[in-house]
Each structure stands twice: as C-alpha cells, then as structure tokens.
C-alpha cells in the first residue's frame, strides 16, 4: 500500500504477470526514484513558491514516473527534488492528484494498522498505525486552494506522501521488530545483489 500498491509489484511472480514492456517502462521508472540512504529523504523539504510551467513539468513527470513504477502515490524528494509536493492516484483509472504544500488540518481519533510498502525501499512491507479519516488542505498545480478529506487507503497515502515532506520514512512509523526485520532483508537483498 501507500507507494506501492497493496500487493508488491516487486516481487518475482507478480512480474511475470505483466507483459514485457510494463516491466521494462518499471524498471526505467524505478531507477529514477531515490532509493533509502539518499540524505534528500530525511531533508525537510522546501515548500513551493512558484506555480510556474517548470512546476507544472515536474508535476507530470512524477505523475508519469508513479504511473510506469505503479505506485499509488509519489513525493518530490523521492526523485530528488526537495519540494513539498506529492502525487497520488488510489483507483487506477482516476486522474492523478498533485497536493503542493500541504497541511494536515484534521485527523479523526480512529486509527488503523496497515501495510505498506514505499517506491523507496522496494520489496519492504511493514504495518503502520496511521488515522483512518483526515482533511489536509494544500495547493493544486495553478496555486488554487484546495481541500481533501480522505479516509482508509486514501488518506494512508496521503499520510505516507507527507511524510515523505518531513524525512520520515515508513521504516520509521513500524515496530521495533518489523524494522530490525526489514533492515535484515535489505542487507540480505544486498548481498544478493552484489554476489
Ligand atoms: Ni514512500
């Protein structure tokens, strides 16, 4: 969930269920996205002052890069720019959403754990305990205001995205235990790797 969607396009035998092109267009996708270790994910980002034609090109091609690596959501320091700006897109034939500077407004009292996973850290889930209603406020991409109350999976990724603003990574927002978990899958998929 979150990033990715809720099961993992990662592993190997969801691949073999997409045709070859799908992986290629994927794979050219996720060798864009900034992957953990890279400082601009735990940089608070900066927030957007120009609504201009540049801001408007950044936006599309996270859209794009979202859509190829088939993610539900994507923020700016995962490509590397430090802006407060994510995109996200939870039904796969909706348009896609840009929330630029947003702010949470609200979050309701219920909470939910839930996995996800994040273009950043592939082939890592982990439960996070997130609030299952919120409103956030923001700016689209000409600088109008505007307001979303989300809830369930919606508002999850909207959750993780923003966070993505602050530096916090969902590795963050788990147990003890699932992190040390997921920290030794990544030194395993490491070795792998490099062998
Ligand atoms: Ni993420």
Not at 43 to 48: G, I, K
Not at 127 to 147: F, I, K, M, S, W
Request: net charge negative.
């Amino acid at each position: 969930m979150a990033d990715e969607p809720e099961i993992d396009e990662h592993e190997d035998d969801d691949e073999q269920r997409l045709d070859p092109e799908a992986v290629a267009r994927r794979e050219a996708a996720m060798a864009k996205i900034v992957r953990m270790g890279d400082p601009v994910l735990r940089t608070v980002a900066r927030p957007v002052d120009e609504f201009d034609g540049e801001l408007r090109e950044e936006i599309s091609w996270m859209g794009q890069l979202m859509h190829d690596a088939l993610g539900v959501g994507l923020a700016a320091p995962q490509v590397g720019i430090s802006h407060r700006l994510f995109v996200y897109r939870v039904e796969p034939d909706s348009p896609i959403v840009a929330v630029i500077n947003p702010e949470l407004e609200w979050t309701g009292d219920d909470t939910e754990l839930g996995e996800e996973g994040c273009l950043s850290i592939p082939g890592i889930q982990v439960d996070v305990e997130r609030p299952v209603h919120v409103r956030v406020g923001g700016l689209d991409a000409n600088g109008d205001v505007v307001h979303i109350e989300a809830e369930g999976l919606e508002a999850r990724v909207i959750q993780h995205e923003m966070d993505h603003l602050d530096g916090v990574l969902i590795l963050d927002r788990t147990s003890k235990d699932e992190r040390k978990a997921a920290m030794r899958k990544l030194r395993e998929m490491e070795r792998s790797r490099a062998a």
